[in-house]
């Protein structure tokens, strides 16, 4: 079996994730505590939860309109 081991600067804060999805801290983290965004990948590091930017562009992508597909709809 591989170990992964990331390093802090692969590893975003809710700060810097919540920032980077143009949304606050606080909101970034009720959603996830609620379970709005359970296919979001994190990491939890002791108390602190932490996000690989990969993770939350791939998030991006799995919840994009298609807006070619949208337009076509109307």
């Keep these: 079996m591989t170990e992964t081991i990331y390093t802090l600067s692969e590893l975003w804060t809710t700060k810097q994730a919540a920032a980077y999805l143009n949304t606050t801290p606080k909101s970034l ?43 076509h709809a109307r």
């Design 29 to 71: 983290t009720s959603q996830r505590y609620l379970g709005y965004i359970k296919d979001l990948k994190c990491y939890r590091i002791g108390r602190k939860v932490m996000y690989k930017k990969c993770d939350l562009d791939a998030w991006i992508e799995k919840h994009a309109e298609n807006t070619q597909e949208t337009n």
